[in-house]
């Protein structure tokens, strides 16, 4: 195979704020795989939490350029399984290698990648528009300017109840609350209590990934479904969010790919748990390989297109939550000229 690596820096449409930071631009690194007049693309991001740049994601990938261009692929599975090992430092790099193999792999057959799996898209979930944090005016804004059936909530601040209660005054669209790790035990149940009269869906990630035994008493108490996110980032988490989270929210970047992912979402069903996917702010090109795990999916979060005011590529398109599907075969998404 030959490998390509795109760096690119978008723009936000507006400052994105969440719970620990704000930030105006989403540092993104594509990567292309070519083999037999095919080639695939899959993408990562760059991230402070987990310490992700996207020069030190271009090395983790380029250490390995030998190997990669001197593989065939056959499968994605194989390769990931080949790749692993060299890479189980950095997950976020094997993400990009891995969705770019499902996508070459899904075009050597000339099929979507949904095809490839004999998957019915026609129940697929609506995904969510976020609204990062802002004071309560500029988030009243926002909501305004963005009519949306399904809205995220970044919350973690001392007016999360009272943001709650002024954005339900102008829409009847379903809530979803996240606090991305900003509140304690009493803060989750109390405020669990008073969001479920106001239309709150679920709360995703209320505490710190690392207390599990707090998490075990709102997992208890709470009268809305928890969904984790920081804790549960790779597939070694799933069984330890059972008893503790109603749900998991898989980060194809943070858990190191579609093959992960669904192995994921194998053993959170079998677990009785909820599936849903989520953003790191990708372009189309990784929102797109999102889009084909879609039938397999309670919810999803793929709305880093819609945040971002510019793009790496064509794709799928997004209206009013749902989603349609590029014509071509892979995940559909295509490389824009720079």
């Known amino acids: 195979m030959k490998l390509t690596l ?42 402070s939490y987990y310490n992700m740049t996207v020069p030190r994601l271009m090395e983790a990938i380029n250490a390995h350029r030998p190997f990669i261009e001197q ?100 829409t009847d669209a379903v809530f979803r609350v996240d606090a991305n790790c900003a509140w304690n035990v009493e803060e989750t149940l109390r405020n669990a209590a008073a969001m479920k009269d106001l239309g709150v869906e679920f709360i995703e990630q209320p505490m710190p990934a690392a207390n599990w035994d707090d998490m075990k008493i709102v997992f208890d108490e709470s009268v809305l ?53 989520g953003s790191m702010n990708e372009s189309t090109v990784g929102t797109s390989a999102v889009a084909h795990l879609l039938p397999l999916l309670d919810y999803v979060d793929m709305d880093g297109p819609l945040l971002l005011a510019e793009d790496t590529a064509d794709g799928i398109r997004i209206e009013d939550g749902k989603i349609f599907y590029a014509d071509g075969p892979g995940i559909g998404a295509v490389l824009r000229q720079s």
Request: aromatic share 10%.
């Open 6 to 47: 795109y760096p690119f820096e978008l723009k936000f449409r507006y400052t994105f704020t969440i719970s620990r930071k704000s930030k105006d631009v989403q540092p993104l690194l594509v990567a292309e795989l070519a083999q037999d007049g095919y080639s695939g693309l899959g993408e990562t991001a760059d991230n």
């Open 71 to 170: 593989y065939t692929l056959t499968t994605p599975e194989a390769f990931w399984q080949e790749m692993y090992p060299r890479l189980q430092d950095n997950m976020f790099a094997l993400c990009a290698l891995d969705l770019a193999a499902w996508d070459l792999y899904a075009k050597m057959q000339q099929k979507k990648l949904y095809e490839v799996w004999h998957l019915d898209v026609s129940h697929n979930p609506l995904t969510d528009y976020t609204i990062g944090i802002d004071t309560i005016e500029n988030m009243v804004k926002k909501l305004q300017e963005f009519p949306w059936p399904i809205y995220k909530i970044k919350l973690g601040t001392q007016d999360d109840i009272a943001i709650i209660r002024e954005l339900r005054k102008h």
């Open 225 to 277: 479904p928890l969904i984790a996110d920081e804790s549960c980032i790779v597939e070694q988490d799933v069984a330890r969010c059972r008893g503790h989270f109603h749900g998991i929210n898989i980060k194809l970047t943070k858990c190191g790919g579609i093959t992960p992912a669904l192995r994921m979402i194998r053993e959170a069903r079998e677990a009785g748990m909820k599936v849903m996917t």
